[in-house]
C-alpha cells in the first residue's frame, strides 16, 4: 500500500508542467542581485573570543550583532565584504534580546534596509549571508518555517520570539543577515537547533533568527544612548535557580524592585507565576515573556520554614 501511494506520487509529479528555462534564470538573476546589493551590508567581526558577523544599521558606522559575538571582548576588528578592515568599539549591548551595537570610523558604507519583520509569511524565501567558520560573505538559501516564541539559547537567554528558517546557520553565522526577496534585512541569524540523536550537532534545516522588528527597537536605543529602557518585556526583579523541578528558587532580589516591594526573599521558591505553574529558571523566564510590564500578577511562593504565600507583584520592564 505505501508503494502504491509512492508510486502515484511520482505518477503526478511526472505529469506536473517542468519550470521554463526561462523563468529559472530569472530567479538565479534575482538572487545574484540580492546577493551583490545586501553583500556590502553584512561584515565579520572578529574578537579574541572567535569570529562572528554583523549589519551595517547606518552610514555613520553603527554595526547590529549579536551580544554573544562581542561579550567579554574589548577589541573588536571588523572586515567589510571588499576587505577593508576598522577597529570597532562597543556602544552598547543588551543580553536579553542578545543583540549589541559596535561602531566603526568609516565611510562610504553600504547601510542595510530593514524590513517589518511582522509581515513575514510562512514559505517565504530568505537568504542567509555571513561567515560561517571565518569563509566571508557565505549565502546560504531557505525558507521561513515557522514564527516561534520563547526561544531558549541555553546560555540563561530566552528570545521573546524567533524566526524558524531552514536556511544554513553555522557557527559564524551569528550577528549576519537574513533577507528576503525584496534586499531587506528580516532577522539576524542566532542559532542552530541541536539534536541530541546527532550527539548534540546541529539539527540539519531548523535555524532561528531575531526578527527585524526587535533589532530595530532594541539598536536604535543602544546607539541613542548605549541602553535599553523600552525592552518590551517584563521583569521580575529578582533571579532565580533550579530546584530540580519543584519550583524555582529565589537566589537574588533586587532591592526596589517588583519582588522586593511584594515581599519576596532570597531562599523562597517561586510555584506559580500569573496561574501558571513554575517548575525552574526557564519556566519563570516562558512565563514572563507572556505579561507585560506594569501588570499586577500573583505570584505563588513556597516561605524556607515551608509556610506558603501568595503575593502580588507589579512587573517592570527588563532593562
Known amino acids: 500500500m505505501l508503494l502504491a501511494v509512492a508510486l502515484a506520487a511520482c505518477g503526478v509529479s511526472a505529469a506536473a508542467p517542468a519550470a521554463s528555462p526561462t523563468s529559472s534564470f530569472k530567479l538565479q538573476s534575482e538572487y545574484v542581485k540580492l546577493v551583490q546589493d545586501v553583500g556590502p551590508s553584512v561584515v565579520l567581526i572578529e574578537t579574541n573570543a572567535g569570529l562572528g558577523s554583523g549589519i551595517i544599521f547606518d552610514a555613520q558606522g553603527d554595526i547590529v550583532t549579536n551580544n554573544h559575538v562581542v561579550a567579554g571582548s574589548q577589541s573588536f576588528l571588523v572586515v567589510l565584504s ?20 559596535i561602531r566603526i570610523q ?7 534596509t530593514f524590513a517589518n519583520s511582522s509581515n513575514l509569511q510562512v514559505g517565504d524565501i530568505v537568504l542567509a549571508i555571513g561567515n560561517p567558520l571565518g569563509l566571508q560573505s557565505t549565502v546560504s538559501e531557505g525558507i521561513v518555517s515557522a514564527m516561534r516564541t520563547a526561544i531558549p539559547e541555553g546560555n540563561g537567554v530566552t528570545l521573546p520570539s524567533a524566526i524558524q528558517t531552514t536556511a544554513a546557520i553555522n557557527p559564524g553565522n551569528s550577528g549576519g543577515a537574513l ?29 532561528f533568527a531575531i526578527p527585524s522588528n526587535t533589532i ?23 533571579q532565580v535557580g533550579n530546584t530540580g523541578g519543584s519550583g524555582a ?11 522586593a516591594m511584594a515581599g519576596i526573599k532570597v531562599g523562597d521558591v517561586i510555584k506559580a507565576i500569573a496561574g501558571q505553574p513554575v517548575t525552574g529558571a526557564q519556566a519563570v523566564a516562558d512565563v514572563l515573556l507572556t505579561l507585560k510590564a506594569g501588570q499586577e500578577v500573583p505570584v505563588n511562593v513556597v516561605h ?14 527588563l532593562q
Open 179 to 207: 533577507i528576503d526577496l525584496n534586499e531587506q534585512v528580516v532577522g539576524i541569524p542566532t542559532l542552530a537547533a541541536t539534536d541530541p540523536q546527532l550527539g548534540g550537532g546541529a539539527a540539519p534545516g531548523i535555524g
Open 216 to 238: 530595530t527597537l532594541i539598536a536604535k536605543q543602544l546607539i541613542a544612548s548605549g541602553s535599553v529602557t523600552n525592552s518590551g518585556r517584563s521583569a521580575l526583579g529578582a
Open 304 to 317: 524556607p520554614d515551608g509556610s506558603t504565600g501568595t503575593v502580588t507583584v507589579t512587573l517592570s520592564e
Open 106 to 112: 568609516a565611510t562610504g558604507l553600504h547601510p542595510a
Open 249 to 259: 528558587l529565589v537566589t537574588t532580589v533586587k532591592a526596589g524592585g517588583p519582588a
Open 82 to 101: 571588499n576587505g577593508k578592515q576598522y577597529q570597532g568599539s562597543l556602544l552598547g549591548s543588551y543580553a536579553p534580546d542578545d543583540l549589541a551595537v
